[in-house]
């Protein structure tokens, strides 16, 4: 008797707090279910109308190009967001075989060979290839990667701060490492940053493997500073951003993008006539993300047709205004916001990924032994 | 029944956190199907590992000495005296506690850093310092010590006090001898939650440490999410774990040696107005801790969030309500960030407090006298194992957990690897432990002769458990609920791993919005955490609302 | 009603309870006296359940209760501290366990406020239980106890925490209410007043055994052993040897009852059986302290050998503290018990 009892109270216990969360539950389902990019319960119907899109956090689209994919593929995206750009990888790598969607996007040129090594796509390639531009197209041999958009990182400088001093800012490596700029610039840490990875790989392109290390130390020298992520760099330590304006900073050069002088001008209100940052094109790595199909994709249709669709001139025209990149297609044409405000950066800095794959680690350690501890 | 009462949450942690935590460590001890046991000699022997593993638990061991000292006397403060604003001010100390660290950073610098508070004041600059760390876990972790040795100090009867002081004990003597004790358990609680937090640090750590300052967590986070280096985080993964582990064992033996049955009264009677100069400057004293240690650094998240382009205003809140207006960041508008949050916190303190509860019930539940004894002690056994198991989750990384989802809920009946669902159960993961740790102290100084006085009167087991326990520890329930809530409101670790739609929490959002260029953007970061900050403190202060009626039928 | 068979208790090696046979008829007060650590409330515990005993059974209304769980078993305690729930009224507290019988709501007011009524607190349903005196407690604890008719009410030291006056009150009170519901009623004390008040049958345990039972005038007159008989307060316990009507003592000859069992034993001598007279005659003592009781002066001897004598003296007589005194002894009021070993 006792026993029975027992169990019943504790079922009744569980019952109550299941239902609560049920209820909670379809709460947040009303909340989300305008949410266009979810076709949950198209799945249900025919698991095959919707193509899942794994990305890191910083993935961004449009919500009317998602559906001119949808009317003219018939196709919903599904688009799932999980981390930074190495971490959203990494899972990728860890769910090889099984993984989460069709296809992922985000894997750039410094992570290339770790994703290809691990045979995570299937080759495909994608309809209008013929239009990317030949140095973004690194796995062109195979077209297991598919080249999505570039962006290059590069030194921002605060005009206000050279035009108070009466100082040109600088345009090159060599420049950052000149007395005059002595405690100005402030980088991220290139083991846990992404930018300050950049940066690094930038300096070892134009020094070589034996003189990028004397660069360093004389940038340690003249006083360059290392936080730890890009925003705190920039946000809190750069004088040319609104939340350093706010913290009072005092460096007014920080490894940034080319992109983010466009960024302050679309994001102030009034909008200025001209960008507060400026970018020193002599000092930028470029970055390539590409997309692939996953292997053991549940839709590989569907993901196909979502990769024709990310070298298409309608995502292509819109990506730059969501993520801040360039496109990779010749036709693309940049949005003006780029044209009157950004940079034209002619020759970036690059490494090819198999180096990078091999000598990553141990680049980044000597530069931490050399510029943090 | 014991054993009954603990299937949830044994369950529940197999499935959400042991299996997928031995999965990834042991992907990562496993080459070729064999044991690489030889990789924990090479990766401890390394240098730079040492280094990070003494850094680790000096800070750890600094940050919690220091917390206790500075937030004992706001326990006892807040236990003790009755003050204008006084249920305000509590809920505003937990705040800290829900920031993510990005924003929390941000406000710390403007304390501490340069052109900030001490900078003015005294020309002192302490970012990049070690001081900056220590004293940014003290505001994480104030409200910690405040609400797991205030709830029972509250409870406890002052007339033993005043029974020794009679006696000839000084004031202090009395309180060290009769309080100090009776309080030990709650104290050992918090100051052992405390150093697994510092120890665990992440966020802190690298914002106000910069890249010279890196802990256990930090180096984990480093070879799993960047490198992908997963025997090296497996090692100190176990390393983690074993110290952990141990910090548990000293903890589970102390509370032991030192629980008693002790009287517990209504709060509402023991707390007064302070009365002479050394209360008043006590006060005082906590109040101003709180003020400067506190306060300050949220009313500069305030103030930047209001600081627009042509003067004062809420702009930035007003850009948070639509698409449009916030740019093209989000999908959509921020403030849907709220509601996501509030329903993902809800759903994660629902699963906590059923985990948790049972789970605390279970340890506390009379252990029927068997006739058999052999069974007694491996039971009594299993239990404190589980009790220390409750622990585990504060100590292993947001990475470790998240990454070891994915390669073990990739299986029918549990695919869960895309669902929502997930967001909340990892949460809940990190609730648990707090609703167990509040509520096993007050639980266990029920004295056992009122469940056994409802039994007399035809109480079974569970309903005096339930008429009995419950309401005598609701308040504790509560507290438990708001920490359980709180906790996942901020939750960002386990959050940012899992991949879910595109319907962002707040700190999701407000990382975000820092991680873009642009006044807008910042401006919108510090709107959506002043928003986060209020919604935690309102959530506090409704649940501080929600006193026990004194009849107590339900 | 109650049945102990050989009901036997251990803690380690020791047994709290020692093959206990007891039984409680209906509608009988038994009261289970002596002194702490005897096993007594152990004793209370076994019969509720709420411990299990090592061996042995126990029997209510013939049932076996092995294995019957508390909250089944139908019976009343009252706790030696009350344990009143510090969360709920008055009300509250003496309606619980009609709740837990699923009484009505209705049914469980009526009952609530007739027990109250009952106990003298009428209308106090709604007070704190923080608020009330430890009389007051008393009262509600009893409420409490009775308020779902117990077969059968245990009540562990009811009146221990009392002040004297408030407790031989109370023990009248008790006793004509329980007379008045026909209540059976099982009270274990270590106040032999409060016992030989309330009880109509007194058991005396020793170390986990039960070392007399009788009705309290039995056992007030004739003790079984010299332990009863210190326990129930008689101090003038010697050892002894009878022979004929007399027994030898280290206070010299004693005379015994006619009939009294021959050879070596324990002789009890009752305060009211020491005769003090001038000092020529019988045992030479000096006069110790004396103590006001009321209709008498209780007087500590101390002969010239032997142990240290008490006496009952009328007010009037009763000499100065150092007087000098001669002490002979009434066999009516002395009592023969088993030797001590």
Redesign the interface.
């Known amino acids: ?3 029975t ?3 019943r ?2 079922k009744q ?2 019952a109550t ?1 299941v239902a ?2 049920l209820g ?2 379809a ?2 389902g009303c ?2 279910s305008d ?1 266009s ?2 076709g949950s319960g198209d799945t249900k119907g025919s698991g095959s109308k919707t193509v ?1 899109l ?1 990305s890191h ?2 993935f ?1 689209a ?2 009317d190009v998602l559906k001119a994919f949808t009317q003219e593929t018939g196709y919903t995206v ?7 750009a ?2 959203a990888l ?2 990728e ?3 090889k075989g ?1 993984p ?2 069709d296809v992922f996007f985000g894997v750039d040129n410094t992570l290339l060979s ?1 994703a290809l090594d691990n045979g995570l796509f299937t080759p495909y390639e994608a309809k209008g290839i013929d239009r990317v531009a030949a140095d973004s197209q690194l796995d062109a041999a195979k077209h297991r990667v598919t080249p999505i958009d570039t962006g290059d990182i590069c030194i921002n400088y605060d005009k206000k701060y050279f035009a108070d001093k009466k100082l040109a800012p600088p345009k090159t490596f060599d420049d950052l490492a000149k007395p005059a700029y002595k405690n100005l610039l402030v980088t991220e ?1 290139a ?2 940053s992404s930018p300050g990875l950049g940066f690094l790989l930038g300096t070892v392109a134009t020094y070589g493997e034996s003189g990028y290390q004397d660069y360093w130390k004389k940038l340690k020298n003249n006083g360059v500073k ?7 760099a ?3 330590e750069f004088s040319g ?3 350093g304006k ?5 460096r007014p050069l920080v490894v ?2 080319a992109s ?1 002088p466009p ?2 001008v ?4 009034p909008q200025p006539s001209e960008a507060p940052t400026g970018v020193a094109t002599g000092t930028c790595f470029r970055q390539i993300e590409f997309a692939g199909l996953l292997d053991g994709a549940k839709n590989a249709a569907g993901g196909k047709a979502l990769l024709d669709f990310l070298i298409s001139k309608k995502f292509q025209e819109d990506m730059p ?2 993520m ?1 990149v360039n496109p990779v297609t010749k036709d693309a044409k940049l949005p003006e916001l780029f044209t009157e405000f950004g940079a034209t950066v002619d020759r970036p800095a690059t490494v090819a990924p198999g180096a990078i794959a091999k000598n990553r ?1 141990q680049w980044v350690q000597s530069w ?1 032994s050399l510029v ?2 | ?1 014991r054993l ?2 603990m299937a ?1 949450p044994v369950a529940f942690f197999a499935v959400f956190f042991a299996h997928p935590v031995v999965a990834i460590v042991g ?1 990562g001890l496993k080459a070729d199907g064999a044991w690489q046991f030889g990789r924990i000699g090479e990766v401890l022997t390394r240098p730079d590992i040492l280094d990070v593993l003494w850094f680790t638990t000096w800070q750890a061991l600094a940050s919690t000495a220091l917390t206790l000292v500075i937030a004992l006397p706001g326990a006892y403060v807040f236990a003790r005296f009755d003050f204008p604003g006084k249920q305000v001010l509590r809920a505003v100390v937990t705040v800290p506690f829900v920031l993510p660290t ?1 924003v929390v ?2 406000a710390f ?2 304390l501490l ?3 900030g508070f001490l900078d003015e004041l005294a020309g002192l600059r302490l970012d990049t310092t070690v001081w900056a760390i220590l004293l940014a876990h003290v505001f994480f972790n104030y409200a910690v010590v405040v609400r797991t040795v205030g709830g029972l100090w509250s409870q406890l009867d002052p007339r033993q006090e005043e029974a020794a002081r009679v006696l000839g004990a000084g004031r202090f003597a009395a309180w060290r001898r009769v309080t100090l004790p009776a309080l030990a358990p709650a104290v050992a609680a918090a100051g052992l939650m405390v150093f697994l937090f510092t120890f665990t640090s992440f966020g802190v750590v ?2 106000l440490g ?3 300052y890196s802990t256990l967590e930090v180096e984990i986070y ?1 070879q ?5 280096d997963l025997p090296t985080a497996a090692v100190l993964t176990l390393v983690q774990f074993a110290a952990v582990g141990a910090i548990l064992a000293v903890h589970a033996w102390t509370v032991r040696r030192r629980e008693t049955a002790l009287k517990l009264v209504d709060p509402a009677q023991t707390s007064r107005r302070p009365r002479g100069t050394g209360q008043w400057t006590l006060l005082g004293g906590v109040l101003l801790t709180v003020l400067v240690l506190i306060l300050l650094p949220l009313g500069v998240l305030v103030e ?1 969030s209001l ?3 042509g003067g004062y205003g809420f ?1 930035y809140y007003r850009a948070l309500q639509s698409v449009e207006a916030s ?6 508008a921020p403030l ?1 960030a709220i ?2 949050s509030l ?2 916190a ?2 994660a303190t ?2 906590a ?2 985990v948790g509860g ?1 789970a605390a019930a279970a340890l506390t539940l009379p252990q029927p006298r068997t006739d058999s004894a052999g069974g007694t002690p491996l039971a009594e056994r299993l239990v404190r194992g589980f009790d220390a198991l409750l622990m585990l989750p504060l100590g292993v990384s947001a ?1 470790t957990v998240g ?1 070891g989802f ?2 073990t809920l ?1 299986k029918p009946p549990l695919d869960l ?2 669902s ?2 997930l967001v909340p159960l990892a949460q809940a993961l990190v609730g648990v432990p707090f609703v167990v740790r509040t509520m096993l102290p007050v639980l266990r100084a029920v004295d056992g002769r009122l469940r056994e006085a409802a039994a007399v009167l035809g109480a ?4 005096a458990w ?1 008429e009995v326990d419950l309401p005598l520890v609701r308040r504790a329930v509560l507290v438990a609920a708001g920490f359980a809530f709180a906790v996942s409101l901020g939750e960002f670790g386990a959050t ?8 962002p929490t707040l700190p ?1 959002a407000v ?2 919005l ?10 919108q970061a510090m709107a959506l955490s002043t928003i986060l900050m209020l919604v935690c403190a309102v959530s506090l202060l409704l649940l501080e609302r929600i006193r026990p009626d004194r009849s107590g039928e339900f | 009603m109650l049945t102990l068979e050989s009901a036997t208790v251990l803690f380690g090696k020791r047994s709290a309870l020692d093959a206990v046979d007891l039984k409680v008829a209906d509608h009988e007060i038994v009261c289970v006296l002596g002194p702490s650590g005897s096993g007594k409330s152990t004793l209370l515990r076994v019969v509720a359940g709420l411990h299990p005993p090592d061996g042995g059974r126990v029997l209510l209304d013939g049932a076996d209760q092995t294995g019957v ?1 508390v ?2 078993r139908g019976l009343g305690l009252m706790f030696q501290d009350h344990q009143l729930f510090p969360h709920r009224d008055v009300g509250a507290n003496v309606a619980f366990g009609l709740r837990m019988h699923g009484v009505t709501r209705g049914d469980q007011d009526r009952r609530v406020a007739e027990l109250l009524e009952l106990v003298g607190l009428p209308g106090a349903e709604r007070r704190a239980v923080a608020a009330l005196s430890g009389g007051e407690q008393q009262r509600v604890a009893l409420a409490r106890a009775l308020a779902p008719r117990p077969k059968l009410l245990m009540l562990d030291e009811p009146l221990g925490q009392l002040d004297r006056s408030l407790r031989e009150r109370l023990v009248v009170e008790l006793r004509t209410l329980f007379a008045r519901l026909g209540t059976t009623v099982l009270a274990v004390t270590h106040d032999q007043g409060e016992a030989f008040a309330l009880a109509d049958r007194v058991v005396v345990m020793r170390d986990g055994r039960i070392a007399q039972a009788g009705t309290p005038l039995e056992v007030w007159q004739r003790p079984a052993s010299a332990f009863v008989a210190r326990f129930l307060g008689f101090d003038n316990v010697v050892d002894a040897t009878v022979t004929g009507a007399a027994a030898g003592t280290a206070w010299g000859k004693v005379p015994v009852p006619d009939g009294s069992p021959q050879g070596p034993c324990a002789l009890l001598v009752r305060p009211a059986g020491v005769r003090l007279g001038s000092p020529e005659a019988g045992l030479r003592c000096t006069v110790g302290a004396r103590t006001f009781r009321g209709n008498h002066v209780a007087v500590t001897l101390h002969p010239e050998s032997g142990p240290v004598l008490e006496a009952e003296c009328p007010l009037r007589d009763t000499p100065q503290e150092g007087a000098h005194v001669g002490v002979t002894f009434d066999a009516s009021e002395t009592v023969v018990l088993p030797a001590v070993f």
Do not use: C
């Not at chain 1, 679309?266 to 209100?269: D, E, H, P, T, V």
């Not at chain 2, 740019?327 to 959509?332: A, H």
């Not at chain 2, 940012?496 to 319907?503: E, T």
């Open positions: 008797m006792s026993t009892r027992t169990t109270g504790t216990l569980a707090a609560a969360a909670v539950t709460l947040a909340g989300s949410d990019a979810s899942t794994v956090d910083s961004n449009s919500k599904k688009v799932l967001k999980s981390g930074d190495g971490a990494n899972q790598i860890l769910t099984s989460r969607g770790r840490n083991a846990t290392v936080v730890d992520g890009w925003e705190q920039y946000n809190e951003s609104a939340g706010k913290a009072k900073a005092d940034s993008y983010s960024v302050e679309l994001y102030a209100k205004l969501n801040f680690e931490s943090v501890k | 029944m009954g009462l949830v992907r990005v950073g941000t610098l403007a850093g340069r052109g690298q914002i910069g890249p010279a480093r799993t999410a960047q490198l992908l930047r600081d627009a382009p702009g740019g093209s960041t989000f999908l959509v849907e509601g996501n329903q993902y809800l759903v629902a699963i407090l059923l049972l990475v990454f994915l390669i990739d690897r895309t929502w669902i079974s087991p569970l309903r339930r940012v791993f899992i991949a879910r739609p595109d319907n999701v990382a975000r820092l991680g873009r260029s642009g006044e807008l953007n910042y401006g | 769980p909250h089944r």
